[in-house]
């Protein structure tokens, strides 16, 4: 009875998305349970945070306050950078993709398969999250969403063996694919000829084909590069630029696939855009 | 003796097991984590077979599948049929010693984690690192820890069987 009923359960959710219900119904007893095994670490965190001294919370203020205005007067400048490539690009007549709203999401410590890169983080479908969006640290991209529960969603890492971002080269804007490697500090590009144009300490940003990840954002940056002559492609990783290891908040990210029509009301997307960056 | 006595018991054990189950573990060390809820329902199933069974090792196992984002049914099923075995052996086993039963407990968990491989070679052709059958050795070295604390447990509540 119970094989032939956990059969049938696997039979359909390999073909189908129709147990997605079943799975809601059932994470409500389980992320708890999450919760609470993550209770441990955010409590001794809270407490570092509590017990930390003035003196170091007040130094930490005034380097995040240095920051703060530094980026603050980038901001400034990519604001002018960003109407005038609106601007450039209507005269190509090229359609212009809009900014991004984020989320910040918490992850939460705990440990789903070890030969996965699989995290958890404390945004559902409650917050609006769904799968196939973008995940980001305040470095680069982290990964993308891989199942959206009502409290929690499960983020695949973009070193993950089962992962594959598009990538593009930031200097000359080849084009290729990096696949994860299974390793944390690792990414591979499997799929570049003997001949590609790539140096190491070339930036990879995504590319933006196939739709999941929004174009722009850094990746990795090239590392090493080994050419075998009796092999058709050269094998080459890269490092990624996010901290996979180390970050407690990741952001996920809404990217409006919405275009901007091409000359009409730029000033309406000017302050949505403007908008966005302030959040 | 009532049937009921000290069922919040077994559930709370189980539901720490899972907590356990997906607790972090600093660095590499993830790899050694053993299968802690198969290892309680083995007990509680070898302890008082009228009360843990194949329904529960479904039960749990498909929570597990929650847990820990696997395609669901796949920890129901291997829960399931190793708990069949335990059921139909439980006589047997109570009689053996620690080591013995350790042996038939990594019998057990070699073939919940065989069942998980090839449900997951099904899925896609998997390429799985060693470490994938690392549980299965911690889980054996595990299991007086599990049978200590668990027998605690179920004297504390004298939680007895009927037969």
Redesign the interface.
Known sequence: ???I??????AT??KSQQ?DP??TT??F??DP??Y??DLP?ALIENATNTVSSYEALKKENKRLREEQLIHQTRLLKFAALEKENIRLRALLENSFKLGEQVLVAELL???????EH?VVVNKGTRFGVHPQQAVLDANGVVGQV??ALPLSS?IMLITD?NHAIPVQVNRNGLLTIAVGS?QLNRLVLPFLPGNADIRPGDLLITSGLGGTFPPGYPVAVVDEFTSQPNKAFVSITATPKAQLDRNRELMIVWSNSKPVPLISKPTANDTETRAHVDE | MNKYVGFGRIILTI?LA??LR????PGDL??F?PDWVLLSLIYWSLAVPERVG??H??TF???TD?????????Y??AY??VI?ICLKLHKRLRQFPLIQQGLFIFCCLLLSQLLLFL?KN??HPA???A??WLPVFTGTVSWPLVYTALRFVRLSRSIKTTY
């Not at chain 1, 009923?5 to 696997?10: T, V």
């Not at chain 1, 410590?109 to 030969?115: L, Q, R, V």
């Not at chain 2, 997906?22 to 573990?25: E, G, L, N, Q, R």
């Open positions: 009875m119970a094989i009923a956990s059969i049938a359960l696997l959710e390999h147990l079943l799975r059932l994470s007893f389980i349970l999450k609470l095994v670490t410590s705990i440990n789903m398969a070890p030969y699989i891989f199942r499960e063996p299974g | 539901a899972m907590g997906i607790a972090p573990w993830a790899a984590n194949i329904f090792a479904w196992g498909l929570l929650v847990l820990t984002g696997r395609l669901l049914g796949q129901a099923l399931s049929l069949y449900i099904f899925q390429q799985l690192h470490s994938f």
